[in-house]
C-alpha cells in the first residue's frame, strides 16, 4: 500500500490538510499528529468496528477528549491508525474485497499460531506477522 492510499483512507487532503504523495509526507502527518476526523473516516468505512479502533488506537475517552479540546492524536496514536489502514488495506487487496479481508482479520488463522490477524495489529512486529501471511496468500500460499 503507498502512502497515498493511506492518507486517501484517513479522509485524503481534505482531512489531513495536506497532500501525501510520499512515505516522507505521511510520516511528517504522523509526527505531527493526525485530526481525530481521520478515526471517523476509518469507522466509515465499515472495516473496523468503533471497539476495535479504540483497543487498536486510541481509548474512547481519549478521542472524546481530544476531540473536545480540538487537539490531534498524538504521535504514537497516529502511527497505529495509519498501521491499522495499511494492513486492512493490504488484506482487502490480498483477498480480494472488503468482506473478505473483514473475515479474514476476525479469523483464527494457523500461519500465525491459531492468533486472529486483528489482535496483532496492536504492536509493529504483530503487523509485519499479518503483512508476511498476507504476503503469502498473494503468492498462492496457502494462510
Not at 44 to 56: A, D, H, I, M, T
Amino acid at each position: 500500500m503507498t502512502a497515498r492510499a493511506v492518507a486517501e483512507a484517513l479522509g485524503g487532503k481534505k482531512v489531513l490538510k495536506r497532500q501525501v504523495r510520499s512515505d516522507l509526507d505521511l510520516l511528517a502527518a504522523i509526527q505531527r499528529g493526525l485530526p481525530t476526523r481521520a478515526v471517523e473516516e476509518v469507522l466509515r468505512s465499515g472495516l473496523f468496528e468503533p471497539g476495535e479502533v479504540y483497543e487498536l488506537v486510541v481509548a474512547r475517552r481519549t478521542l472524546a477528549h481530544r476531540k473536545e479540546k480540538r487537539q490531534p492524536l498524538s504521535p504514537e496514536q497516529s502511527d497505529r491508525l495509519a498501521r491499522v489502514v495499511r494492513v486492512a488495506d493490504l488484506a482487502e487487496d490480498a483477498l480480494g474485497n472488503r468482506q473478505k479481508a473483514a473475515r479474514w482479520l476476525r479469523k483464527p488463522n494457523r500461519s500465525i499460531q491459531g492468533k486472529r490477524p486483528i489482535d496483532l495489529l496492536k504492536s509493529d512486529i504483530g503487523a509485519r506477522m499479518v503483512e508476511r501471511a498476507l504476503g503469502r496468500i498473494e503468492h498462492g500460499v496457502y494462510s
